[in-house]
């Protein structure tokens, strides 16, 4: 990873390497921690946060949901991640705030030990490669599923959740694809490992609903303005496994993976097996959006200056 200078911890910039916790960290053993990833784009204009206001909002959710009070207002939180750009010199970035337990007690009750935070950003290319945003990614069905609703909350970005992700991951990658879908507790598709997934039929989109154990997603939402915009219908829905083989075009969104075309599941190659003209026309105008080469008219960009 390529290291910026300074890591925001608890309201102080302390050095990269300095950016140390103790080992009896509750989050360490029991995976209590919130997090987010954010873009910083260098735009037509000077930089830009593609989404801060979604971004906060979902990481606010994620802790509410266990519980947990985040020792900062939003705007204060906000103002923090802005000034490690500026402190860092960043002119694009990846940034990952992260609220967690910390050391005091040692137990699973987390209310015994305090709410830390920290906020690092750093340079950071496209997720699945450069190549992959025209040539599309190998993905396979993974035996692993995502996690049920009464098990888990997928609705908060917790780094507990990331085990799920991380067996997914794995188990792609040792089977020599690029990447993994997981299917929900039914047996429907859910999402990636960290991506969310659109389907194209017959010029309709489709993409998993909202009880389909996944992450909703910021690029996701996007996606689906963009869509409607242009005039697609959008489906929210179960998907059946199978959709997946069928459909015209599939591809990925994500703030790391942004729009990723999918060329092929369980090896059987999806429409021409690249990019697809609707994923290209949808991928385009996200780029065009967040790299401020066309209106924001959605008002996504928070400039740095
Ligand atoms: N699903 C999972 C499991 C993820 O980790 C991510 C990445 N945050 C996404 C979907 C996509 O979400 P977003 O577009 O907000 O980055």
């Not at 802790?63 to 906000?78: G, L, M, V």
């Not at 950003?121 to 069905?141: D, H, N, P, R, T």
């Amino acid at each position: 990873m390529k290291e910026a200078e300074k890591i925001w911890m608890n309201g102080k910039f302390v050095d990269w390497k300095d950016a140390n916790i103790h080992v009896l960290s509750h989050v360490v053993h029991y995976g209590s921690g919130f997090f987010e990833g954010i873009r910083f784009y260098k735009t037509k204009n000077g930089s830009a946060i593609f989404r801060l206001k979604e971004h906060i909002d979902r990481l606010y959710d994620s802790a509410k949901i266990y519980r947990t009070e985040i020792p900062y207002s939003k705007a204060e939180f906000s103002e923090a991640m802005i000034e490690t750009l500026k402190i860092n010199k960043l002119e694009s970035a990846y940034i990952r705030p992260l609220i967690y337990r910390g050391y005091s007690e040692m137990g699973v009750n987390p209310k015994t030990c305090p709410v830390d935070s920290m906020i690092a950003a750093w340079e950071w290319g496209a997720y699945l490669g450069e190549e992959a945003l025209e040539s599309g990614v190998s993905v396979k069905i993974s035996s692993w599923r995502r996690l049920a609703p009464d098990t888990m909350p997928t609705m908060a970005k917790a780094s507990g959740n990331y085990l799920s992700s991380q067996l997914i991951k794995m188990e792609a990658l040792e089977d020599g694809y690029d990447e993994g879908i997981a299917l929900d507790y039914s047996g429907y598709v859910s999402e990636g490992s960290g991506e969310n997934l659109f389907i194209i039929k017959d010029n309709i989109i489709y993409t998993p609903a909202m009880n389909g154990s996944a992450l909703p997603g910021i690029t996701r939402d996007s996606i689906i303005k963009i869509a409607k915009d242009f005039g697609y219908e959008i489906k929210e829905t179960g998907i059946p496994r199978e959709m997946l083989y069928i459909a015209d075009e599939l591809f990925f969104t994500g703030t790391a993976a942004e729009v990723t075309p999918v060329s092929s599941v369980d090896k059987i190659k999806i429409g021409s097996g690249k990019r697809g003209p609707i994923t290209e026309k949808i991928q385009k105008r996200f780029f065009e959006i967040v790299k401020g080469e066309v209106e924001d008219k959605y008002g996504w960009l928070t400039e740095v200056k």
